[in-house]
């Protein structure tokens, strides 16, 4: 008995000192957790992706647009199909118009109102646009299309709203539904555990839960999804300490932003702002009773209600919703009926989101490199406007692989061909659509801005412009170059002997004529009289910044280019000699709307107006009489344009880039093993190119001349000997007014029969 005695007051020391250990435990671990809270809910701030934008479509009377071509673009941005206009995002067609409620966007420029738009079409092009219950409308830009993001590693996406921003109906939904005790508890609510638990029982399964609105954010923000007794101590702890710290509007705007509404591929859907873009693609703020309370019902299971999967679940949960609105006293029964007796208006999954067009993004990538490190970009929620015009990217897409293929040879020993394709807008450098590979959204080596490869006779205009542009008065589109084979000593003591496609001379021959029909004789004729700096000295003032060897091989192309950066020089040449920076990046703003960066455009003038038209012209003749002649028939209807041919040694690169008034393409076509591909220029690049052009309507080229051009006639015959001028079938080509063409050659310098058969006896005479 006296051992019992003594073995009670140990036992009770003991119960004493772990009851006050465990409540010493027990409070340290109540402040660890409010200090944990209080830092992390004041600085809490979320991961949010960029979003890049294509180039927005613009209404105008005139546009190149047709209406199956608007139509598709409303589709891909979210609008709906109406038999009546109610409110913005929807469309309805009237025969060959449309009836769009545009939804307005803040551009980086500025904000385009939401109005209604009639737009009406003849043919392929917009004939008039006008404001329903208005008059005209000069320009109207739709709203861009999200094609892709660079996530966070996290995987989730939202839009961040403050609360003010917030339909207050939504607001009502969520607390009635989610926890109608919201305002009246301090972050658990012992009445709805109670009740909920009551709930359950009766039913014999769950059909409550008894969390919070609080305790359903800290799950989200803070704690793993296993279902232990500890974890659910810490919530309701650290949703207490949530509770008396922050304010109920602090708290309830985190959880509007925070809760997860469901999955697009691998991006998670955070937030009810993001959940409308997603679900109805449309604003928040634009959304009905009805669809707010199909929103507001979803947290409680984001794949069971998902109104695309489950349609009649998610209508259920909406009316159950609206229901707890009635009862709440938020709404009244007769909003309740209406609203339970809408059509589910889900809109279909945005067919444009997906691979995000890969060889475009990584040249987005690249100019943004320069401001942007990646964390930024994939963290700060930047929204970043590019120049990629999804009409033209699409067409690009599905007509390349069938338009290599069609020129593929039967007997190819390399495999199928690869192709790359740059096509800019010709008046300002915007590169408009882009394939690093014959295969749509191919995401790996991107031969449009990575493939280095001899560029051929596509370096030909610089010397020709080198020559025009040389202000000694020696050189015209008249100028005799001499077409003969020859034999170059190197400074090493070799030599080098070029020679024309299939062994064809031509002895004197113009120098628009040369060009034409890429004669490399004639050419090399031409760049040795120059000197090889006034060609590399062109290549650089048309936009070429990588290496160049100062070999006499340089002049028919021995330098290596992608064909991004070809696409530079030619958009130089279609600007009349005007430089601009190829760009994929017009602008960058935060995600709150404020810019941050304008990607302006730098223009340099580097040649003469007169200059380039003249070299223009000769550049249109490789159409109707060189070495792109064959491509009169598919493109009848958009000649004149401008371009050139390109092959390489032993068949092994085919190129072609020309230019219209509105568009600059370059197309390569080869193996990336290197290998022959048993194509020139012309019977594969070429082809390729005018399939995709014609299909793309480019306009042709119109260039205005100078004033300073005058126009002469130029004897047929490129022959040195005034006797041998020949004036019946003249030619009439430009010349700077202060260049005129050589007496041989000029049919304008006498004209009479008299004095030519005079020339031609004194020739004769001894």
């Not at 927005?56 to 038999?83: K, N, S």
């Not at 004669?519 to 910044?545: C, E, F, H, S, W």
């Not at 935060?590 to 003249?614: C, H, K, N, P, W």
Request: with cysteine; charged share 20%; proline share 5%.
């Amino acid at each position: 008995m006296s051992r019992l005695n003594t073995k009670l007051p140990s036992l009770r020391r003991l119960t004493v000192w772990t009851l006050l250990i465990a409540t010493v435990v027990f409070v340290l671990w109540c402040v660890w957790i409010d200090r944990q809270i209080r830092e992390s809910f004041s600085s809490l701030q979320w991961a949010l992706p960029a979003r890049i934008y294509a180039r927005p479509m613009e209404l105008y009377p005139g546009a190149g647009h047709a209406l199956a071509e608007v139509q598709t673009t409303l589709q891909q941005l979210g609008y709906r199909e109406v038999a009546q206009l109610n409110r913005p995002g929807e469309f309805r067609r009237l025969g060959q118009s449309l009836q769009i409620q545009t939804r307005g966007f803040d551009f980086w420029d500025g904000p385009e109102p939401p109005q209604t738009l009639a737009v009406f079409f003849t043919g392929e092009r917009i004939s008039s646009l006008e404001r329903i219950g208005g008059g005209a409308v000069p320009l109207a830009r739709l709203e861009p299309v999200e094609v892709t993001q660079f996530n966070p590693d996290t995987g989730e996406d939202r839009l961040p709203l403050a609360l003010g921003d917030v339909p207050p109906a939504l607001v009502q939904a969520v607390i009635a539904v989610e926890d109608s005790r919201f305002y009246e508890h301090h972050g658990v609510d012992p009445k709805g555990i109670a009740r909920a638990m009551l709930a359950n029982i009766r039913a014999g399964g769950i059909v409550q839960g008894g969390s919070t609105l609080t305790q359903q954010l800290v799950k989200n923000l803070y704690l793993h999804r296993d279902q232990t007794f500890r974890r659910k101590i810490e919530e309701a702890l650290m949703a207490v300490a949530l509770d008396l710290r922050f304010s109920k509007e602090q708290i309830l705007e985190a959880y509007l932003n925070e809760v997860y509404l469901g999955q697009d591929g691998n991006r998670a859907i955070h937030g009810f702002a993001l959940g409308a873009q997603h679900y109805f693609s449309r604003p928040l703020t634009q959304l009905s009773l009805d669809e707010l309370a199909l929103l507001a019902g979803m947290p409680r299971g984001p794949s069971l209600y998902n109104p695309r999967r489950n349609p009649e679940r998610a209508v259920s949960r909406r009316n159950t919703v609206l229901a707890r609105m009635v009862d709440a006293g938020y709404i009244t029964d007769e909003q309740r009926t209406q609203a339970s007796r809408a059509e589910l208006a889900v809109t279909p999954r945005p067919a444009y989101r997906g691979n995000g067009y890969p060889a475009f993004m990584e040249l987005v990538q690249q100019n943004l490199a320069r401001d942007y490190d990646s964390a930024a970009l994939r963290t700060e929620g930047l929204r970043i406007f590019t120049t990629l015009d999804l009409a033209m990217q699409t067409t690009l897409e599905a007509r390349l692989d069938k338009a290599v293929a069609a020129v593929q040879p039967a007997d190819g020993d390399n495999g199928p061909l690869e192709a790359a394709v740059v096509i800019t807008d010709a008046t300002n450098g915007d590169v408009r659509a882009l394939a690093g590979g014959r295969r749509a959204g191919y995401t790996g080596f991107n031969r449009a801005l990575n493939a280095r490869r001899q560029i051929g006779s596509l370096v030909k205009p610089a010397t020709y412009l080198a020559a025009l542009e040389s202000g000694a008065g020696d050189y015209s589109l008249a100028t005799v170059l001499s077409d003969a084979k020859r034999e170059i000593e190197l400074d090493n003591g070799t030599y080098w002997s070029p020679s024309n496609y299939e062994n064809r001379y031509y002895g004197d021959v113009y120098l628009f004529d040369a060009l034409e029909r890429s004669l490399n004789q004639a050419t090399v004729d031409l760049g040795l009289k120059l000197g090889l700096p006034a060609t590399i000295d062109m290549l650089r003032r048309l936009g070429y910044n990588g290496d160049v060897a100062a070999y006499p091989s340089l002049l028919l192309g021995a330098v290596d280019m992608t064909p991004i950066e070809v696409a530079q020089m030619y958009q130089t040449l279609a600007s009349g000699g005007f430089r601009t920076p190829l760009r994929a990046v017009e602008a960058v703003m935060t995600g709150d709307g404020q810019r941050l960066q304008r990607y302006g455009l730098a223009i340099e003038q580097v040649a003469s107006q007169r200059s380039m038209f003249l070299l223009e012209h000769a550049l249109q003749g490789v159409f109707s009489r060189g070495t792109a002649r064959t491509a009169q028939g598919t493109m009848q209807a958009n000649l004149p344009l401008a371009g050139k041919t390109g092959t390489t040694n032993d068949l092994r690169d085919s190129w072609f880039a020309g230019y219209g008034d509105d568009l600059v393409a370059v197309v390569w076509l080869g193996h990336d093993n290197n290998g022959a591909t048993g194509l020139t220029g012309a019977t594969g690049a070429l082809k390729v190119w005018s399939d995709i052009m014609s299909a793309l309507r480019i306009e042709p080229r119109t260039t205005a001349p100078p004033p300073d051009i005058e126009w002469r006639q130029v004897s047929q015959n490129a022959v040195r000997d005034p006797a041998y001028r020949q004036c019946q079938d003249s030619i009439l080509l430009p010349f700077a007014d202060s260049r005129p063409p050589d007496r041989a050659v000029d049919c304008e310098d006498d004209g009479s029969l008299f004095n030519r058969v005079l020339d031609r006896f004194r020739v004769f005479s001894p």
